[in-house]
C-alpha cells in the first residue's frame, strides 16, 4: 500500500473521531453509533497493514491515541449526566406512586 494511501486512512479515522467527538460533546449519541461503525472498518484495515507501527506514523498515532481518549472521556461524560437523569425519573415516579396511593 502507498504511502498517500496509509495517510489518506489515517487521516480518514482522525476525521471520523472529531465528529464523533464533536456529537458526543453535544450528545448526539445515534450519530457517534453511525461514525463508530465507519471508524471501525478503517480501524482494521489500519491494523491489518500495521500502519501506526511505521515510523512515519508514530506523530499520528500519538494524536489517534488522545483522540480516542478524548471521545472516551466525552462518552463516559454523556453516560453520567444519562445515569442521572434516569435516576431522577426514578425517584420521580416513585414520588408519583406515593402521590397516587395517598390520595
Do not use: C, P, W
Amino acid at each position: 500500500m502507498s504511502t498517500e494511501k496509509q495517510k489518506s486512512l489515517v487521516n480518514a479515522l482522525q476525521n471520523l473521531l472529531k465528529k464523533q467527538l464533536h456529537s458526543a460533546r453535544h450528545g448526539n449519541i445515534s450519530t457517534v453509533e453511525v461514525l463508530s461503525a465507519q471508524s471501525d472498518a478503517i480501524v482494521q484495515q489500519i491494523n491489518r497493514e500495521k500502519i501506526l507501527d511505521l515510523d512515519e506514523f508514530k506523530t499520528h498515532k500519538k494524536q489517534l491515541q488522545k483522540s480516542y481518549e478524548d471521545l472516551s472521556m466525552a462518552l463516559k461524560v454523556q453516560k453520567d449526566d444519562i445515569a442521572e437523569k434516569v435516576s431522577r425519573i426514578k425517584k420521580g415516579k416513585k414520588t408519583v406512586k406515593a402521590y397516587r396511593k395517598n390520595i
